[in-house]
């Protein structure tokens, strides 16, 4: 058996439309047989007409760039590839993509409600609803629809909901970037020729109110939106045309309010033929972004939860509902026997206050209702404009035995690629924690958190925990689409904001020139965790310029009044830096940023070592040798300032240990010394976690690759707080921002710690330990770029007797699984087509496998 188990055009096997001049094409195949390689791929790619276009033979499985002749606008295509093996196998697969409007301007025009003056603060405008009954010149053959917006959209066909993704266009750097969704509305126009056509467009992150500040009005006025219609009829002849002021506007509709952090407001009584309707207004942009076709992972509906309990709360009238998970996403809710007028208000909670009522003053700002005016009779309702983060619902208006509810998951459509289980229930919750805030946190872009007034891209978090959600999803598209923000964000010193897109905000504060450490770092550590994981070069190549510039940056800010050694220390002021984020060793936000000399210094090594690599990969050696020089001054420095010279820090903790030792910034001679006064920082803490967000992704790998995997165990498996199993004894069904979010009864003991009554109980940031499941626990850690070459090493330790992992590369699925009983190890793996495995057992013998199921065995 030989077969391609996939083919996709940019990241996608379906629905594919992109505006891409040299589109990538990617495929995988599988083989029964063993030590299999791929000896030739023959590609031809064919216009409509069946004209080729392009004819290439490769033996590369992962990025294959276009190369042939110039793709059309609103054109489809087919590619075909034939794939022989190098034992004379063959395999065929084929897969079709559609080009966008790939146009330098965009062809459409902006309208909007000329009446509308949105002038009030902290608040969302009201929505924006748009018709018009739009008629085709012949019998449709093939019909799209173009279509963005300031704010976001909903597009309706003849009352009809056309596609199944939220938030569209997306949450981008709009003062640059805007993108737009193509739908094929041919399906509609079979049998006919006139449909009545409308959108509703609320605030969303471009005018409504975001970040805690609730800023609003940040890249528009007011919602503005512009479709364009494109038709091609049975005679071959073509029409586009699109919005202008023939197009009619009310803000009259159904949907009253909606806010991303407020929840919405609907009012199903509402009759728009009896509405005030006006002519649209054309607009002229606020900004000028570059407007393309969406290449992100969309937002849509996944897991559905049905209540695991329903309590009555008397005192407040209103019905509890806990659904047994914390995740993203909103609820739907079906009524019965109701009257017309009344009213159905739903709010969401993360935790419970001791009395069984709902905690919602970690909110802060944001009022998470869902506020419903039924009309009479049985309706069914869901928000369109808006998600929570939530576990708990509280319901009030309606009474129980008429009243149907769920709760759905919104998150960004990537594949499920990793799995990771153990013999240990305790780490396999974690995992499954690890899991879900990925998913609440996957919403268009990586976000802090999913509940409070915040849900901001916050560079920090993506930078330590991408390797974990790499493992899990594909992230290709989601995260490359995210990086093209960064790019565009970028300050012209090199600096980046820390939250991106950044939308006016500004912390610890608004100094436009500065580098962050750690925060910015997600510009080198998030394209390097995206090409080992996936082996894709173009990432590196995309990236590459603006990491150059950051990494300048950051060694220009060290060396800031600096002379001698000291220019490779980063010891810029203190506010100007996160330092170790919420350790919990230190009870202070300023106490956290007072380590940044330490953690900037370790990210400047970081960061120009990494970059270092890739410029050699990328074959730029002169920038290669002199990041290389960078990292070797830089290390030399933390140990000849911050040590003793005999590897003890004269000021001890954690994490300022653990980078430089994780990161090889020790002289050979004094790395044991420094991981022995570690070690005895751990066991002072009785094996509790110290770490802040940039050492606690690294605590565990910097214990067990240095011979300690006995402590690393033990603070793994440790479930006092604070620890990660102490959150999974506590009930966590998600990653928690701060170790100590809840104490033994249930409560939130922090106090007044200078952040702001800041805790979520959905932050993925100290889920990065998942990376130490994967890589060491279950063994399987790449060595090349998408597991081309790749090595399986358990670490064995803290009584666990099996773990498996298996993750599905850019070249087919690679798998570990052991077990130990007594003495007696064993383990099966899965080796990808044209893949190799260096397997190394217990007792240190080390075997080489190409692809292929293999078992070993290993007597300890």
């Known amino acids: 058996m030989f077969e391609i188990a996939q083919l996709t055009v940019e990241g996608l096997e379906n629905n594919i439309v992109t505006d891409e001049h040299t589109p990538h094409i990617s495929y995988k195949v599988v083989s029964d047989e063993q030590n299999v390689h791929v000896a030739n791929c023959h590609i031809v790619v064919k216009n409509a007409d069946g004209n080729t276009m392009w004819e290439e033979d490769t033996t590369d499985q992962v990025g294959i760039a276009y190369e042939g002749k110039a793709l059309s606008p609103s054109s489809e295509y087919s590619v075909?590839?034939?794939?022989?093996?190098?034992?004379g196998e063959e395999a065929f697969s084929s897969i079709e993509f559609t080009t966008g409007l790939m146009a330098d301007e965009w062809p459409g025009t902006f309208i909007t409600d000329g009446n509308y003056s949105f002038t009030e603060k902290k608040v969302s405008p009201e929505p924006m609803n748009f018709k018009k009954?739009?008629?085709?010149?012949?019998?449709?053959?093939?019909?799209?629809?173009?279509?963005?917006?300031?704010?976001?959209?909903?597009?309706?066909?003849?009352?009809?909901?056309?596609g199944d993704r939220y938030f569209a266009p997306g949450f981008t750097s709009y003062k640059k970037r805007l993108q737009y969704q193509t739908y094929d509305v041919t399906e509609f126009f079979k049998g006919k020729r006139e449909i009545d056509v409308q959108f509703t467009v609320s605030g969303g992150w471009a005018v409504g109110s975001f970040i805690y500040s609730r800023n609003n009005r940040f890249a528009a006025d007011r919602q503005a939106l512009s479709a364009v219609f494109y038709f091609v009829y049975e005679n071959g002849t073509a029409d586009m045309f699109g919005t202008d002021s023939t197009w009619y506007v009310t803000r009259q509709g159904k949907v009253k309010m909606a806010d991303l952090y407020d929840g919405e407001t609907f009012d199903s009584t509402v009759n728009l033929d009896e509405a005030c309707w006006s002519n649209a207004q054309e607009e002229k942009l606020k900004y000028n972004p570059v407007i393309s076709a969406d290449c992100g992972a969309f937002v849509k509906e996944h897991e559905v939860f049905t209540p695991v309990s329903e309590k009555i709360n008397d005192k407040d009238n209103e019905i509890i509902y806990?659904?047994?998970?914390?995740?993203?996403?909103?609820?739907?809710?079906?009524?019965?026997?109701?009257?017309?007028?009344?009213?159905?208000?739903?709010?969401?909670?993360?935790?419970?206050?001791?009395?069984g009522t709902l905690n919602t003053s970690f909110l802060r700002s944001a009022k998470t209702t869902v506020t419903y005016i039924c009309s009479d009779g049985e309706q069914t309702f869901s928000p369109s404009f808006t998600y929570m983060g939530f576990r708990y619902v509280a319901v009030r208006g309606v009474k129980s035995e008429d009243f149907q509810i769920k709760a759905i998951a919104l998150y960004s459509d990537m594949t499920d690629r990793g799995s990771f289980e153990c013999s240990d229930e305790m780490i396999n919750?974690?995992?499954?924690?690890?899991?879900?805030?990925?998913?609440s946190n996957?919403?268009?872009?990586?976000?802090?958190?999913?509940?409070?007034?915040?849900?901001?891209g916050w560079t920090g978090d993506i930078a330590v925990f991408s390797t974990t959600a790499c493992f899990n999803f594909d992230t290709g598209r989601f995260l490359k689409k995210w990086l093209k923000d960064v790019r565009s964000e970028q300050l012209p010193t090199g600096g980046l904001p820390n939250t991106v897109p950044a939308n006016g905000f500004g912390f610890p504060v608004t100094m436009p020139t500065m580098a962050i450490d750690w925060w910015g770092d997600a510009c080198v550590l998030v394209p390097w965790a995206l090409y080992m994981s996936d082996g894709d070069i173009s990432v590196l190549e995309d990236n590459y310029d603006m990491m150059k510039k950051y990494v300048g940056a950051c060694r220009r800010w060290a060396a800031t009044f600096s002379v001698g050694k000291n220019r490779f220390i980063w010891h810029t002021p203190s506010i100007f830096h996160f330092g170790d984020w919420v350790a919990p060793d230190a009870p202070k936000m300023q106490q956290w940023q007072k380590r940044s000399k330490w953690t900037a210094t370790a990210s400047l090594y970081n960061t120009s070592s990494i970059l270092s690599r890739i410029a050699e990969i990328l074959g730029y050696e002169e920038d290669a040798r002199e990041y290389k020089?960078?990292?070797?001054?830089?290390?030399?420095?933390?140990?000849?300032?911050?040590?003793?010279?005999?590897?003890?820090?004269?000021e001890e903790f954690q994490t300022a240990y653990v980078l430089p030792i994780q990161f090889g910034m020790f002289r050979k001679e004094n790395r044991k010394k420094a991981v022995d006064n570690l070690v005895k920082l751990i066991e002072k803490s009785d094996y509790c976690i110290g770490t802040g967000f940039p050492g606690t992704p690294y605590i565990l790998f910097a214990l067990a690759d240095n011979g300690r995997s006995d402590v690393a165990y033990k603070m793994l498996l440790n479930s006092r707080c604070p620890s990660w199993l102490y959150e999974v004894r506590t009930g966590a069904t998600t990653i928690w921002e701060r170790w100590d979010g809840l104490d033994e009864t249930g409560q939130c003991p922090i106090g007044d710690d200078g952040t702001g009554n800041m805790i979520s109980y959905n932050h993925y940031a100290s889920g990065a330990v998942g990376d130490f499941l994967y890589k060491r626990v279950a063994g399987i850690e790449p060595l090349e770029a998408g597991y081309k070459k790749f090595r399986i090493k358990p670490v064995l330790g803290g009584n666990l007797t099996y773990a498996k992992a298996k993750i599905d590369t850019s070249y087919g699925v690679v798998s570990s699984e052991w077990h130990l009983a007594d003495s007696d190890f064993s383990i099966d793996i899965e080796v990808p087509v044209g893949c190799q495995c260096i397997l190394e057992l217990p007792d240190g013998k080390t075997l080489e496998y190409g692809s292929g199921h293999y078992s070993a065995t290993a007597k300890l």
């Open 133 to 162: 009954k739009i008629k085709a010149g012949g019998n449709v053959v093939k019909a799209y629809v173009y279509a963005t917006a300031m704010g976001i959209y909903e597009m309706y066909f003849d009352g009809k909901k056309v």
């Open 429 to 439: 919750k974690l995992q499954s924690n690890i899991r879900w805030s990925t998913k």
């Open 442 to 456: 996957f919403v268009d872009i990586p976000t802090d958190c999913p509940q409070r007034d915040e849900r901001m």
């Open 322 to 355: 806990d659904f047994g998970q914390n995740f993203a996403g909103i609820v739907r809710f079906t009524v019965k026997n109701a009257k017309k007028g009344q009213v159905i208000e739903i709010r969401h909670a993360e935790i419970l206050n001791p009395d």
């Open 80 to 87: 075909e590839i034939a794939v022989k093996s190098d034992k």
């Open 629 to 650: 020089k960078l990292s070797e001054n830089v290390a030399d420095a933390y140990e000849s300032i911050f040590t003793d010279g005999n590897g003890r820090l004269k």
